[in-house]
């Protein structure tokens, strides 16, 4: 559907509709995202959290470009018997992480609704070039920010019964990587990037159709968050599956130019090599000297 859409719509900006986010004029950045409460609202979550978690993910899409947050507008669609403490802890949660991405929530709207929360992140380029999903080559490098695995651990520890306190703040609290993927865009040396909402597979197999490459993941190179062999073991799922299938990572994926990896180093970013690109037009994960097709997820 997003697909014919792209048909139809007249597309305006820099960088349009395709992308983690949109640049229009002069270098300004804007995303928007919505959370809702009967599918981002997992067993344990708080109020507070839910709002971190609705204005994260929208930052999340401007630390893909490389940009810094510069506003935020929150729309609320709230139901009318939803407690006010409860409306007061979202817009608590959702500006502390504004705070955090140093910037503030600068507008939005609030109606009677089902239990919806959108946000609007605004950011800019400060002169830098955005990061997108199309510019992979044969021969790069495939590394991403921090590990996964986390948010799909801590939602298995809901269904069993496990206690596993850092899963589960995986899953509650997300960290937008803005100040990585700032630091990312300054050096120069990345070739394409985007955040793992929809999880580590899908993206992978996004940047790989949008920029025309395939790429060779290695498993054991991918940084396991916490609780996943132990969540594997207990549900029955496959690691991989935890480690690629899931949504709501907000790491970052990127790819570098091998002539530029000591650039990356300086900028002084944690992440971790994972694969490389080639031109295979395929993202295929290779564990044990056998190898098999991403697909987009699992979950």
């Known amino acids: 559907m997003i697909e014919d859409f792209r048909g139809f719509i007249r597309p305006e900006g820099t960088v349009g509709p395709g992308d983690d986010a949109a640049v229009i004029g002069g270098g300004t950045v804007v995303s928007t995202d919505i959370v809702t409460f009967d599918r981002h609202f997992p067993a344990g979550m708080t109020y507070e959290q839910f709002g971190w978690y609705a204005a994260a993910v929208n930052f999340s899409d401007l630390a893909a470009m490389g940009a810094r947050p510069t506003g935020l507008l929150a729309a609320l669609a709230l139901p009318m018997d939803l407690e006010a403490q409860a409306a007061y802890d979202i817009m608590s949660g959702m500006d502390q992480c504004a705070e955090?991405?140093?910037?503030?929530?600068?507008?939005?709207?609030?109606?009677?609704?089902?239990?919806?929360?959108?946000?609007?992140?605004?950011?800019?380029?400060?002169?830098?070039?955005?990061?997108?999903?199309?510019?992979?080559?044969?021969?790069?490098?495939?590394?991403?920010?921090?590990?996964?695995?986390?948010?799909?651990?801590?939602?298995?520890?809901?269904?069993?019964?496990?206690?596993?306190?850092?899963?589960?703040?995986?899953?509650?609290?997300?960290?937008?990587?803005?100040?990585?993927?700032?630091?990312?865009?300054?050096?120069?040396?990345?070739?394409?990037?985007?955040?793992?909402?929809?999880?580590?597979?899908?993206?992978?197999?996004?940047?790989?159709?949008?920029?025309g490459?395939?790429?060779?993941?290695?498993?054991?190179?991918?940084?396991?968050?916490?609780?996943?062999?132990?969540?594997?073991?207990?549900?029955?799922?496959?690691?991989?599956?935890?480690?690629?299938?899931?949504?709501?990572?907000?790491?970052?994926?990127?790819?570098?130019?091998?002539?530029?990896?000591?650039?990356?180093?300086?900028?002084?970013?944690?992440?971790?090599?994972?694969?490389?690109?080639n031109d295979s037009g395929r993202a295929e994960l290779v564990h044990d000297g056998e190898r098999r097709g991403i697909g987009h997820g699992a979950f």
């Not at 899963?167 to 990345?190: F, K, T």
């Not at 062999?229 to 899931?246: F, K, N, Q, R």
């Open 213 to 277: 490459v395939g790429m060779d993941v290695e498993l054991d190179f991918i940084p396991r968050g916490p609780y996943v062999d132990e969540m594997a073991e207990v549900s029955g799922t496959p690691v991989e599956d935890i480690l690629l299938g899931w949504g709501g990572e907000y790491e970052l994926v990127f790819t570098i130019d091998r002539d530029g990896l000591e650039r990356v180093y300086d900028a002084e970013v944690e992440f971790s090599i994972i694969g490389l690109v």
């Open 100 to 211: 955090f991405c140093g910037t503030g929530i600068v507008g939005g709207d609030t109606k009677v609704g089902p239990g919806i929360v959108t946000g609007t992140a605004i950011g800019t380029m400060d002169g830098r070039r955005p990061m997108l999903r199309s510019g992979a080559r044969p021969g790069d490098i495939v590394a991403v920010t921090g590990p996964v695995g986390g948010p799909a651990a801590g939602f298995l520890s809901l269904e069993h019964g496990v206690d596993a306190p850092e899963a589960r703040d995986c899953l509650y609290v997300p960290v937008p990587r803005v100040a990585e993927g700032m630091a990312l865009a300054s050096c120069g040396a990345v070739s394409s990037c985007m955040d793992l909402s929809d999880g580590l597979g899908t993206a992978l197999r996004t940047i790989c159709a949008c920029s």
